[in-house]
């Protein structure tokens, strides 16, 4: 196995174990996917049956472009890649997509039109790289159904699937985590706000993308905050003992 291989399982393994720890998986459902390197037709996916809380390096099936198993011990679940392969193909950046039904998140999906209100400065980040699709039509069985949630993210990158969860991309695994712990967290304050009654404060337009740019620009830098967050986090999971993910 090349070293490059190896990185990202260990990577996917331990985004797996840390959306468990902060409560965004559910049960074995739902999903958490990467491109191998040079790769891009070739994916790491989460053998069906196993819990997030389980996930080591060497656990992690590799599926083709249909999420056929080409190796690793355990079954690739026919549905699994329906979602995640449409997205995968639906842009060279989607190298990572994670799909929760993360509660905060899953909330506001279920509100009409629900919406993540430019609100505070966690909002912010997101800033025009939202997408949103409002009608609910039951499980993601075939590609028929899954067609339209790979084409809301041919250039957004974070989607709110109406009464179902969210998706999350990124080009690396880092990437992907950090969208998807701040969203759920600005999430989780937007509701928390609404519940004290009062009308919330919308940061205007201009001050919004202000915060987003700001953010891409720092996520360029050699201090970015992702790669910097996420390598703390998983220094976490060693020195509670759960140092078993990279294997």
């Known amino acids: 196995m090349k070293d490059s291989e190896l990185k990202s399982r260990q990577d996917l393994a331990a985004a797996y174990r840390l959306a468990d720890h902060f409560g965004f998986s559910e049960g074995i459902d739902n ?3 990467l491109s191998l390197p040079e790769e891009d037709d070739k994916y790491l996916l989460i053998p069906y049956g196993l819990h ?9 099936l590799v599926v083709d472009g249909e999420g056929k198993k080409i190796s690793g011990k355990g079954y690739a679940e026919p549905s699994a890649f329906l979602i995640h392969g449409e997205v995968h193909a639906a842009s060279s950046k989607n190298k990572c997509v994670m799909h929760t039904h993360m509660e905060s998140a899953l909330a506001i999906t279920m509100q009409d039109k629900g919406r993540l209100l430019m609100a505070d ?10 997408n949103y699709l409002d009608e609910y039509e039951g499980l993601v069985l075939n590609k028929q159904a899954a067609n339209p949630i790979g084409k809301a993210m041919i250039e957004a990158d974070i989607l709110f ?10 080009n690396t695994v880092f990437e992907a985590w950090e969208s998807l712990y701040y969203l ?9 706000s609404m519940s004290m009654g009062n009308k919330l404060k919308i940061i205007n337009g201009q001050i919004a993308k202000k915060v987003s740019d700001q953010v891409k620009e720092e996520s360029k830098s050699d201090s970015a905050n992702a ?5 703390a986090l998983k220094r976490i999971l060693i020195n509670n003992g759960g140092e078993d993910y990279l294997e």
């Open 31 to 33: 999903h958490l996917t």
């Open 52 to 60: 997030w809380s389980e996930v080591k390096a060497s656990s992690l």
């Open 121 to 130: 400065q966690n909002a912010c980040r997101f800033y025009s790289n939202i």
């Open 161 to 170: 699937l109406a009464n179902h969860g969210v998706i999350v991309t990124g």
């Open 184 to 192: 759920e967290k600005a999430c989780r304050a937007q509701i928390l």
């Open 227 to 231: 790669y910097r967050h996420f390598e």
